[in-house]
């Protein structure tokens, strides 16, 4: 089996969005305060203030979370950004259709860079093939290797994840990714089941 992999990086704005709480409620935390210094910011016109505070408190946060799969689904083509994808309709493919995956790794390291004032995580994929009763057909290390490398902890990463499973018979499947975080060296997996059929 031949496999293809890319990645694509996208920033965006994360946006909190904070109820009304009763008299009392104490509310503590990097995320409140830093939601807090953001309405002063805006409130006094600093627009471009209050949403750089909002970013990297968000990213220390997303930062700080356990090493896990976020979003892992089949899409139609390959996503044009971050959560910028066409679904497919479902988990059938046709025999010789390329399989593409889109996955959210969620709370990577980030550690400084070789690059002054930048920091930079790193994560590669592996995968299992496994037919219906859970035996391993095939497996890949490194299947993708991917460097991140910004002035910031960007929170909005996603891999693309193109597997050719041609020489396979119509029957049904799981791809187990494997996610390593190089700079922790935490794992985390994600199966998605799929079935290969002849059109009617």
């Not at 009304?20 to 104490?26: A, E, Y």
């Not at 499973?165 to 700079?183: I, K, M, Q």
């Amino acid at each position: 089996m031949q496999s293809i992999f890319n990645t694509t990086r996208a920033f965006g704005l994360a946006v909190l969005v904070l109820g009304v709480l009763p008299v009392g409620t104490v509310v503590a935390g990097p995320l409140a305060d830093a939601a807090t210094r953001a309405e002063q910011m805006a409130a006094s016109g600093d627009a471009a203030g209050a949403r750089a505070t909002i970013r990297d408190a968000v990213s220390d946060f997303s930062a700080s979370l356990p090493f896990a799969v976020g979003a892992a689904t089949f899409v139609a083509g390959d996503p044009s950004g971050f959560g910028m994808f066409e679904p497919r309709p479902d988990n059938t493919f046709k025999p010789g259709e390329k399989i593409v995956a889109y996955i959210e790794p969620v709370g990577l390291t980030w550690k400084p860079a070789q690059v002054p004032a930048k920091m930079e995580t790193r994560f590669t994929v592996d995968f299992d093939l496994l037919d219906a009763g859970g035996t391993v057909l095939g497996s890949q290390k490194a299947f993708g290797n991917f460097t991140f490398t910004g002035v910031s902890k960007n929170s909005e990463i996603f891999a693309t994840l193109t597997l050719d499973v041609s020489e396979a018979p119509v029957g049904s499947y799981v791809l187990r990714y494997h996610l390593n975080d190089t700079n922790s060296g935490k794992t985390a997996s994600v199966d998605l089941p799929f079935a290969i059929a002849v059109a009617p």
